[in-house]
């Protein structure tokens, strides 16, 4: 069962901006507090590749390819983590796969993906 609920995809033209959410409705806050969140994606004919990713001390880590573009956020309030994505290029276009670890690596949880598309 897919346990990560994401929202916010769909298409934009370039230079657009999209942000994408991602939500553990059923975890205890406490507990999701200390999980690691990550956004994935993978392109058609690619590998998938880590997009950024954000530590529960708020350590942000960005993929060259989107630094300076794209901004992680996480809200232990409301269970979510967030992935704000301005100045979309087509290279963009991908299904966006929402990740989240806990602290001894026991525990993973992933969202079912989302599409994004960049495209006039």
């Known amino acids: 069962q897919v346990q990560l609920v994401e929202s916010g995809g769909g298409l934009v033209q370039p230079g657009g901006s999209l942000r994408l959410s991602c939500r553990h409705p059923?975890?205890?806050?406490?507990?999701?507090?200390?999980?690691?969140m990550r956004w994935y994606r993978q392109a058609p004919g690619k590998q998938r590749e880590l997009v950024a990713s954000?530590?529960?001390?708020?350590?942000?880590v960005y993929a060259d390819s989107v630094k300076g573009r794209f901004t992680i956020s996480k809200d232990n309030s409301r269970k979510a983590t967030y992935l704000q994505m301005n100045s979309l290029e087509p290279e963009d276009t991908a299904v966006y796969y929402c990740?989240?670890?806990?602290?001894?690596?026991?525990?993973?949880?992933w969202g079912q993906g989302i599409q994004v598309t960049v495209s006039s």
């Open positions: 059923r975890m205890i806050t406490s507990t999701f507090t200390m999980y690691d």
């Open positions: 954000i530590s529960s001390g708020r350590s942000t």
């Open positions: 990740n989240m670890v806990s602290p001894k690596r026991s525990d993973e949880y």
